[in-house]
Every structure is written in structure tokens, then in C-alpha cells.
């Protein structure tokens, strides 16, 4: 059978690139290889879809499998959430991308969703909340995965909070490997780590700590400083 995925992916992502959200095109197109490289009807968890940037491009690739994408997010108030007004705008993406009939929205908390969880899944997406335990709680969600199945964490070495969670809780792991990434999307799978796995997650410190140095200049309104040392450009934090 003919690998059509470019194409597929060339048309996902021009639907997906007109919507808001932190996810570049080499990570879209890490997140939809990965889904499309499942076994047919295949259930993906994604916790975060903010207003639903990954959601489509993750349900593109599942509807060519039959598959399906469960959307993880309260859509709470505040500045960066945006509470109601990001889900209807959430919902209206998916709606205008026509995947309404592949994507179900679960509008809770992902800690609080899981411990009443029973319904095994294929892939897992981690872009929620940015912190140590939040992080290290949505990662108890791969015990739901088969051996082999993808996790990816977004954000995974520029967010102070993810990548201790990821140094404390993955590099000692015993059931989660990490493999590569795009950007700050790191693509881990299931199954029994090997050295030179643990070792791949230590090479990608320097680069955290030179991200959480870009983000404390950009707080201190020196961006010229971090594009001159650190060759980041925009006011955004790196991703």
C-alpha cells in the first residue's frame, strides 16, 4: 500500500496552522506520524487541547484509522486558559476541521479524570498543566497503555515543572523510555528502558537550562540579550 501520510499531513496541517496554540510544524507532524502508526481503532488521550490545535491534527490522523481522540481539558478561567470562551472556541475548530464525529470531549480536570478512568487506551498527549505534580500525576495515565505505545510530553525541556518531573520520574523508571523529540516535544514509549535511554534524557539538560535562561530574560524584557546569546527570536518562550 502507498505511504500517503506526507500528503495528509500537508493538508492537516494547513487547517491546523490557523489556530492558536504553541505547536510548531515539525512537532504536528511528530504527533500525527506517531498516531497513524497505530493499529487500526485506536483510542488517543490528549490532556490539554487549549483551542484545539493538537486536537486536529491527533484526530486527523486517528479518523484515517478509524480511530478516535478523547480531549482532556476543564477549560478553566484565567489569563492563560481563557475558561469558556476557549472551549467555544475549542469546539468551533474541531467543528469547522469537520472532526466533531472523532473527537470527545472530556471537560475535567486530568488528575481528577483519571482516577475514575477505566477505559484502556493506544496513545497518550501530555500539554496540561505545567508543573511538577500535575506532570507527574498525568504520567500515571500511561498504566492504561500497551507495551510499545507512544507518550508524548509537550513543553517537556522548557518548562521548569515538566522537566523535573521527567528527571524524577522517568529517568528512574522502569516502564517508560525515552526515545527523541521535536522542539520541546519529547516522544517517550512504553516499555523497559536501557541505559543508553536514561542517558538520552540526561543529554537534553543543557539544552532545558539554556531554554529557563531564554524565558528569565524574556521576563526581564531582554530579548535582545537572549537573541544575541542564545539565537532565540520573538517574545515567546521557547517550544
Known sequence: MT???PAEFDATWTVASTIPGWLTEAQARLLFDTAQELSERPLIVEIGSHQGKSTVVLASAARAIGGRVVAVDPF?????FGGASTRTKFEGNVAAAELGD?????????TRARTTWARDIDYLYIDGKHDYWTLSDDLKWAR???QGAPILVHDCYSSIG????VLAKVLPSRTIR???RAGSLALFRVGRPSLRDRLRILREVPWWL???AVKVLLRLRLRAVAARVFGHEGPYDPY
Do not use: I, K
Not at 76 to 80: A, N
Not at 102 to 110: A, T
Not at 162 to 165: C, D, I, K, S
Open 144 to 146: 492504561h497503555l500497551p
Open 3 to 5: 505511504d500517503c501520510r
Open 102 to 110: 472523532v473527537v470527545e470531549l472530556l471537560p475535567d480536570y486530568s
Open 210 to 212: 539554556r531554554n529557563v
Open 162 to 165: 515538566v522537566t523535573l518531573g
Open 76 to 80: 478553566v478561567d484565567g489569563r492563560l
Open 178 to 180: 525515552y526515545e527523541r
